[in-house]
């Protein structure tokens, strides 16, 4: 019951907190500035070209906002698991390994986070 407790309370967070700061416009990259009489013009003939890149970097950016933002929570929780293990070998080894996973996952989103940049801005 504690473990559902901390994971609602995680979740919660990470959605406040991408509700406040992440913009309305990553969510619809667009707009609808291409309607009526703007449809004719080049630049909203092209548009399809472009639609697919930037809703993956969109979308890319906002995984990465969450995630780093589960990050943050879970190196906080394992810096408190470290404080009251009391000396506790067992529990001290379960901080320092949460505090190692977290790590990781944030060096992967980033790498992820560059690898589809890298691909978004030389293919497309």
Known sequence: M???K?????L????GFGLVAQPASAFDP????????????????DR??????AFVKNLVNVLLYVL?????VVIIFAGIFYTTSNGDAALITKAKNTLLYAVVG?????LAYA?????????A
């Open 30 to 45: 667009f707009g609808d500035v291409c309607s009526g009489a703007a449809a004719t013009t080049a630049l909203c003939k």
């Open 48 to 53: 399809d070209k472009e639609k697919a890149p």
């Open 2 to 4: 504690k473990k559902i």
């Open 115 to 123: 690898i589809v940049n890298f691909v978004i801005t030389s293919f």
């Open 106 to 110: 944030l060096i992967v989103a980033v």
């Open 12 to 15: 919660g967070l990470v959605a």
């Open 68 to 72: 780093g933002a589960v990050s943050v």
């Open 6 to 10: 901390y994971i609602l309370l995680t």
